[in-house]
Every structure is written in C-alpha cells, then in structure tokens.
C-alpha cells in the first residue's frame, strides 16, 4: 500500500529510522496476527479474501485487543499484520467505525501531515480501568454487581483474571456464581472486619521440613507454603478460607493434587468464592488426603509467601523477642496481652503507654552494693520501652488474620441462637429470670416525645416575632404618656426580632 500522493520517496529523506513514531503505519517491528506466524502480507491477503465481512472485522478486532498498548492503528499495519485492506473492503471499515469496540481517529499522514488517515484502536468496556487499583475502584462504584467477561477486556486478559482472582482471594470484592452463564458477578466487600488468630506465626526454618511419608504428601514441600503457630489454628479456621500472613493474603491449603494450584484441584478441593464457609469441605478429601497438613503446628497456604510477607513475619519476630529483652521478663497485667499467643482487640498504641508505664514503675532503686551508675546503664527510659512496644509489626504481623469472627465463635453463636426467644414475652421472662431486668419494669419503655422547644440538634429554638403587614396603633389616646412610651418601646424590639413578653399588645 503506497501512499495517496505517491511521496513514498520521502520515507527515507525525511524519517530517522532510530526515532521511529508508535503510530507510522510502515513501521518494520509491525507483529504479525497471531495464529498466522510467517507468512507474508500477501499469503495473508490471499487467505482474508475468502473470508465473509464479520470474519474480517473479528480478525481486525482481535488484532487491536492484542495491540492496545500501541494505540491507534494506521490500515497500513492492520493490512500488514492481517491482509484486510480497509481501504479496499469499505464495508468492513464501516462496520469497524460502527463498532462499540472500535474508536477511530483521525491523524495527519507522517509522509504528508496534510492528508488525514484514520487510525483505529480497541474501546473497551471500561477504559479507565488499567490495573489491580482501577479494576478495584470500577468494581467498587458498581453497587448492583458486574459480570467479571465485562472486565477481561480492561488490559490483558491474563493479568486481569490473575488480578480479580487476587482480589477475590483477599476478599476485597464479593464474588456470586451465575448458574445460567457460569459466568462471576463481582460486587464492593464494603468495610471489610477482620480478626486475629490465636498464635504467634513464625516461618520454619530451610531444615525443618515436613517428615510425613504418604503416598499423597508432598516429600519436601517448599518452607514458604506453611507457617508456624504455637497455637492451634484448627478450632479457628477452615480449609478454603481466607487468611493474611505477612500482609498477604492467601487461602488455607485444601489441595488434593501436588503440583497443582487451587484453582485447577477437583472441585471438591477448591477454595470457595467467600472468603469463609460455613461447614468443611468434601469428607472425601480427608480420606484421599490433603497434600498439605493443617494441624496444631502448622497452617498450610495455598501459594508460597512472598518475599515482602516474609520480611514482615521476621520484622514481627524480632521486634517482639526486643520488646521481651526490655521488659525483664515481666509477664504480668498489660504485658501479658502484648507479649501473649492469644490475640486482643486493644488499642496498640494505649497499650505500648501502659506496658511502658507498668515496666519503668515497678523497676527497682539500686542498692548499696550496686553502683549507681552501672544502674543507671541498665534502666530503660519509658519512651524507649514504648517505641519499641508500638512497633507496627507487632500489631500488623505477629499473629494471622482472617474475614469474620473465628470457627468456634460461630459454631458457638449458631448452636446457643436457637434458646434466645423471638417473642417479646418469653424474652421479658427470661430477663427477669436472670435479674437483668427489675420487675416493675415495663415490657416496652414509653417512646420518649419531641420537645417542642428545641429544634433536630437538641438546641433551644430561636423566637421570631414579626409585625404583622399594616398593623397601626388604636390606642392613639395614650401617644405622650407613660404608657405609650412602654408600647413604643416594645414595638420597637419586636421589630429587632427581640423578645417582649406578649408586647402589651
């Protein structure tokens, strides 16, 4: 395809080859359409003569979908990468103008800036999303859901389904099956509520490996895939929910298949959708035998940990085993909640004040045989004790978190809900049976009414009083008295918007 003018002389008087612009249409790095590797321009044209008009436009919407990062296309390079000559088949470039999917602009010619061509490029169905942080705004702002083939669109369609799984994983978004199309609704988690495990996670070390020798375990499974508890995670938490170790988040190993990721296991095996379940997976997985054991010691994770995750998991470690050589081996009151297993919803900031407070208190003076100074040196300053007490990592990784309130808190809600009465009356009994209640005390308070005083904020109103439109004096005989001078005055403030009683009018 030469162009227009017949300038093709100038490509190579006027163009420096080594600055080469992404939209030229005769540029030399052009990708060739995948699925016809080789060929040449005119095998290519030879093949899409034959083929109907929708085939051409697929072929050309295809090509722009795996060409998006270039922008817009000049017909030159759709002609050399697919056959299709646009300026030929002018149906076809119709049909692409008319497209939802395609955006057409206008361009100056580089041979001749005078001459407008017409650069195609892929529209998708959300061009502001760009990455996992967009893809998460757009899902977010979609109160009513949006099927996830809507999204793939958005960059690659690889990264995209790797980035909602990542955020499903997490449970940033809510995820629903749709059984007629078996396609993803993907709706906004909302303010997500998390909660501590019961433990303090540690990564084992490279020669502490796991020594079950079944048929269906793993022999040496990567260090990065378990972690270390000292506390059993068993009673806490179920195969295929969702836990954060390190700031990463990851979904309790239920594998059936070594070599295998969750997402490809039996569908017994796979994790759910929601980040936690209501009863446990297939018996039968149990019986053929997960790859990866969840016991006292050890949660099993689904992928390995990251570097960053790790960092953060050994940060936590030594900041406590500092905080543990400052604080003396007291155990006692607040340093207990800190520097306990068991997990807390405190304030870690009010709690690294008290623990410094309860540690510098109750240090002793020095003796008469201990020098002062080498005292001295031993104490440590309270604003010490306190930095290293709010370490961000204690409170951020030092125990595993999870979405909800832990398996035998619900297990617990869920069998005593069934002996809390629905109706008012037997609640009223079982209150007084229990003395919680006094028993002159009413069923149902009296609803407690509106003052008319004060306005929505509970403030006072404010008087207005206004003059009535023509309102004139009748009593005129009093004008010069005593009397009339009061009224005179009463007016008056009325008229400032003043209080005056009833104004002796």
């Keep these: 395809m030469s162009n227009t003018y017949g300038f093709d002389f100038l490509r190579k008087e006027h163009l420096d080859e080594s600055v080469i612009d992404d939209h030229e249409p005769h540029r030399p790095t052009d990708v060739l359409l995948p699925g016809s590797p080789g060929l040449s321009t005119e095998e290519l044209f030879l093949q899409a003569q034959n083929k109907p008009d929708l085939e051409k436009q697929f072929d050309i919407l295809n090509f722009l979908q795996k060409h998006r990062e270039a922008g817009g296309l000049a017909p030159s390079v759709i002609y050399k990468s697919t056959g299709i000559d646009l300026e030929l088949d002018t149906k076809v470039a119709a049909m692409l103008k008319n497209n ?38 757009q899902i977010n702002r979609e109160f009513n859901g949006v099927p996830m083939r809507h999204l793939l669109d958005a960059y690659q369609e690889a990264e995209v389904a790797a980035d ?80 954060q170790v390190g700031g990463q988040w990851f979904r309790v190993s239920s594998a059936v298949k070594a070599g295998l990721p969750l997402s490809e296991q039996p569908s017994r095996a796979q994790a759910p959708l929601s980040v936690v ?95 002062t100074t080498s005292a001295t040196k031993k104490q440590v300053s309270k604003e010490e004790l306190e930095k290293a007490a709010s370490d961000p990592s204690l409170s951020l990784y030092q125990h595993a978190r999870r979405h909800g309130c832990t398996k035998d808190v619900r297990e617990m809600y869920l069998k005593t809900r069934s002996l809390v009465p629905e109706s008012d009356q037997d609640l009223y009994k079982l209150l007084l049976q229990h003395k919680l209640i006094e028993p002159d005390e009413q069923l149902r308070r009296k609803r407690l009414g509106k003052a008319s005083n004060v306005d929505q904020q509970g403030k006072p109103k404010k008087r207005r009083y206004y003059e009535r439109k023509n309102q004139r ?29 009833d104004g002796g009018m």
């Excluded at 057409?104 to 490029?121: F, G, I, M, R, T």
């Excluded at 949660?299 to 900041?319: G, I, M, Q, W």
């Excluded at 005129?476 to 003043?498: C, S, V």
């Design 277 to 371: 379940s209501l009863q446990d997976l297939s018996k039968r997985n149990e019986v053929e035998g997960y790859i990866r054991p969840l016991d006292s010691k050890t949660l099993p994770l689904d992928a390995p940990l990251t570097e960053n995750a790790e960092k953060n998991v050994r940060a936590a470690r030594e900041a406590r085993e500092r905080l543990l050589r400052l604080a003396h081996g007291r155990t006692g009151g607040v340093a207990q909640q800190l520097l306990g297993s068991h997990a807390h919803a405190s304030n870690p900031m009010s709690m690294a004040a008290s623990f410094a407070g309860s540690v510098t208190t109750t240090r002793k003076r020095p003796t008469a045989k201990a020098s």
């Design 473 to 501: 004096w009748t009593n005129t005989h009093l004008e010069g008295t005593d009397i009339g001078t009061l009224l005179a005055l009463a007016q008056e403030k009325q008229k400032q918007g003043k209080s005056v009683g």
């Design 164 to 243: 909602i799984s990542a955020l499903v994983t997490a449970g940033d978004v809510i995820a629903v099956q749709n059984s007629e199309d078996k396609d993803k609704i993907l709706f906004p988690r909302g303010e997500p509520f998390l909660v501590e495990l019961d433990g303090l996670i540690a990564i084992p070390r490279p020669n502490e490996t796991k020594s079950e020798d079944t048929d269906n375990r793993e022999k040496v499974p990567p260090e990065t895939v378990y972690v270390e508890t000292d506390v059993d995670p068993c009673p806490q938490i179920r195969r295929g929910e969702a836990v």
């Design 100 to 137: 939802p999917k395609i955006h057409v602009d206008q361009w100056p010619d580089p041979e001749n800036p005078a001459l407008k061509v017409p650069h195609y490029s892929y529209q998708a169905t959300y061009p502001n999303v760009r990455d996992r942080a967009t893809l998460l705004a």
